[in-house]
């Protein structure tokens, strides 16, 4: 089992007009059609800036769907474009009871959440086209990579239950963010809440949008005269405390109960390593920086870094998290484990604003090339899929009911594509999954202990395999 991880496209966005699949065409004209804060339908599509107004570089949009690479936008792929924000409580705004026409007013970007590209000049379009594509495949929780990460190995939320009041949400009485005087309407500015960030933590400790792991590799950085492998427990005014270390079970915990070999690989992991672990005094050059030749590595893509069992200096953490380079010297040397997990740097993520959709495709197409000519292949089940949507809209409302949703999600739908000499060749699965449906079948494929987290209705990838 090999699973490979980019971030934040919603499906539509790259598979909407993927032949077979459920695409934009087939989005009713509620869920096409964005509405603003009061209910009403927004006049156009309006892309806002860094201030929150109207960017004249982008042009007014029908209210509709949008192709970002075709007139009048014409983003080529290879150009960066507006990052929407991706937080747990703006996400739950914009599916609006699964009509999803609240993602233009719940974003500070406005109406660029409609947008989508034409994939077909995607080099991962042809493995989707040679091999399965889910187009069900739910991401796991609301929100950003964060959450989403966390739930990849436990199906659960990290605890933050002592986070200081700064850091917690606030919410009205229906629930929903608590806007500041004078939000404006989503037809002039972007939405204003109160709460920093979409507010990290829930109000009973559940923490669900951005907060950097307690130990380096960490957005925030050591103690001046601290221990240089920790984060700074008193955090930053930016990104708040660190996490408090985890003790959640996660899949790296039942795996290794029964013996079963795995490795995280993280793109730029060494790197970040040791950017992190230097005095408070010395500016990164890796983690979270854009300078040229960094791979842009982002702390909070790495779930198990958040966790004690994986603390530094534990015969579990030099075992289990490797660098991206050791994933390639392994696949070529067929000596990876029976479960592999690979996060790429951030360079390689198709992540809006810090990096552009054609270098992921490229860098996941050339892995997946590298993988199919190892010496395992012959026995490999590759899934490859999103942590989460980007901000973006998608017109199938995740599923609902019991056995389904809890308050975690799940969210947006998201691209997964299953690869491999056992999966249907040439075959749009349209079975109901979620992030928690890999952590579903590597449980069943090697009899581990479930984790609690995993949602009872979610499929277990087996739709997608041979008979």
Same mark, same amino acid.
């Given at each position: 089992?090999?699973?490979?991880c980019?971030? #934040?496209?919603?499906?539509?966005n790259?598979?909407?007009?993927?032949?077979?699949?459920?695409?934009?065409?087939?989005?009713t004209?509620?869920?096409?059609t964005?509405?603003?804060?009061?209910?009403?339908?927004?006049?156009?599509?309006i892309?806002? !800036?860094?201030?929150?107004?109207?960017?004249?570089?982008?042009?007014?949009?029908?209210?509709?769907?949008?192709?970002? +690479?075709?007139?009048?936008?014409?983003?080529?792929?290879?150009?960066?474009?507006?990052s929407?924000?991706?937080?747990?409580?703006?996400?739950?705004?914009?599916?609006?009871?699964?009509?999803?026409?609240?993602?233009?007013?719940?974003?500070?970007?406005?109406g $660029?959440?409609m947008?989508?590209?034409? @994939?077909?000049?995607?080099?991962?379009?042809? $493995?989707?086209?040679?091999?399965?594509l889910? /187009?069900?495949?739910?991401?796991?929780a609301? @929100?950003?990579?964060?959450?989403?990460?966390?739930?990849?190995?436990?199906?659960?939320?990290?605890?933050?239950?002592?986070?200081?009041e700064?850091m917690?949400? %606030?919410?009205?009485?229906?629930?929903?963010l608590?806007?500041?005087?004078?939000?404006?309407?989503?037809?002039? =500015?972007? %939405?204003? %809440?109160?709460s920093? !960030?979409?507010?990290q933590?829930?109000?009973?400790?559940?923490?669900?949008?951005?907060?950097q792991?307690?130990?380096?590799?960490? @957005?925030?950085?050591?103690?001046?005269?601290?221990?240089?492998?920790?984060?700074?427990?008193? *955090?930053?005014?930016?990104?708040?405390?660190?996490?408090?270390?985890?003790?959640?079970?996660?899949? *790296?915990?039942t795996?290794?109960a029964?013996?079963?070999s795995?490795? $995280?690989?993280?793109?730029?992991?060494?790197?970040?390593?040791?950017? @992190?672990?230097?005095?408070?005094?010395?500016?990164?050059r890796?983690?979270?920086?854009? /300078?040229?030749?960094?791979?842009?590595?982002?702390p909070?893509?790495?779930p198990? &870094?958040?966790?004690?069992?994986?603390?530094?200096?534990?015969?579990?953490?030099?075992?289990?998290?490797?660098?991206?380079?050791?994933l390639?010297?392994?696949?070529?040397?067929g000596?990876?484990?029976?479960?592999?997990?690979?996060?790429?740097?951030?360079?390689?993520?198709?992540?809006?604003?810090?990096?552009?959709?054609?270098?992921? +495709?490229?860098?996941?197409?050339?892995?997946?090339?590298?993988l199919?000519?190892?010496p395992?292949?012959?026995?490999?089940?590759?899934?490859?899929?999103?942590?989460? &949507?980007?901000g973006? $809209?998608?017109?199938?409302?995740?599923?609902?009911?019991?056995?389904?949703?809890?308050?975690?999600?799940?969210?947006?739908?998201?691209p997964?594509?299953?690869?491999?000499?056992?999966?249907?060749? !040439?075959?749009?699965?349209?079975?109901?999954y979620?992030? =928690?449906?890999?952590?579903?079948?590597? #449980?069943?494929?090697?009899?581990?202990?479930?984790?609690? !987290?995993?949602?009872?209705?979610?499929?277990?990838?087996?739709?997608?395999?041979?008979?």
């Amino acid at each position: 089992m090999r699973r490979c991880c980019a971030s #934040t496209p919603s499906f539509d966005n790259l598979y909407g007009l993927f032949p077979g699949a459920d695409g934009i065409a087939n989005a009713t004209p509620e869920q096409a059609t964005q509405i603003d804060h009061d209910g009403t339908p927004l006049k156009e599509l309006i892309t806002f !800036g860094s201030d929150g107004r109207p960017d004249p570089s982008f042009p007014r949009m029908p209210n509709k769907p949008f192709r970002i +690479d075709a007139p009048p936008v014409s983003r080529t792929l290879d150009q960066l474009v507006p990052s929407p924000i991706h937080a747990f409580f703006h996400h739950r705004e914009q599916i609006n009871g699964g009509k999803n026409n609240m993602f233009a007013a719940m974003s500070q970007v406005g109406g $660029w959440t409609m947008g989508y590209y034409d @994939g077909s000049a995607f080099r991962l379009w042809q $493995w989707a086209r040679d091999y399965t594509l889910a /187009d069900r495949f739910f991401m796991g929780a609301f @929100g950003g990579s964060y959450l989403n990460h966390q739930y990849l190995i436990c199906a659960c939320a990290a605890r933050h239950p002592n986070a200081p009041e700064r850091m917690r949400v %606030v919410l009205d009485a229906d629930g929903r963010l608590t806007k500041k005087p004078g939000s404006p309407s989503a037809n002039i =500015g972007a %939405v204003q %809440v109160v709460s920093s !960030g979409g507010g990290q933590v829930m109000s009973d400790g559940l923490s669900v949008n951005t907060s950097q792991p307690p130990y380096q590799p960490s @957005g925030i950085s050591p103690a001046e005269g601290g221990a240089l492998a920790f984060a700074d427990p008193q *955090g930053t005014p930016g990104s708040g405390e660190p996490a408090p270390a985890q003790t959640a079970r996660t899949i *790296g915990d039942t795996l290794s109960a029964k013996g079963v070999s795995w490795t $995280w690989y993280a793109g730029g992991w060494n790197a970040a390593l040791a950017d @992190g672990r230097q005095p408070p005094s010395v500016k990164r050059r890796v983690i979270y920086t854009r /300078d040229e030749g960094s791979p842009i590595f982002q702390p909070h893509h790495q779930p198990f &870094n958040y966790h004690a069992r994986f603390a530094p200096g534990t015969k579990d953490r030099e075992q289990h998290l490797k660098n991206g380079d050791d994933l390639l010297r392994d696949i070529a040397a067929g000596t990876l484990p029976a479960v592999a997990f690979y996060k790429p740097a951030g360079r390689y993520t198709q992540h809006p604003s810090y990096t552009d959709v054609k270098s992921g +495709d490229q860098h996941m197409a050339d892995v997946l090339d590298k993988l199919r000519a190892s010496p395992q292949w012959s026995h490999m089940l590759v899934v490859l899929t999103y942590d989460e &949507n980007g901000g973006y $809209w998608d017109h199938v409302p995740p599923p609902t009911g019991a056995g389904w949703s809890d308050r975690l999600g799940p969210g947006t739908r998201v691209p997964a594509l299953l690869i491999g000499p056992m999966v249907k060749r !040439g075959f749009v699965d349209h079975t109901s999954y979620d992030t =928690g449906s890999i952590l579903k079948f590597i #449980t069943r494929r090697f009899d581990l202990e479930p984790l609690a !987290g995993v949602r009872e209705k979610t499929g277990d990838l087996s739709g997608a395999l041979q008979p």
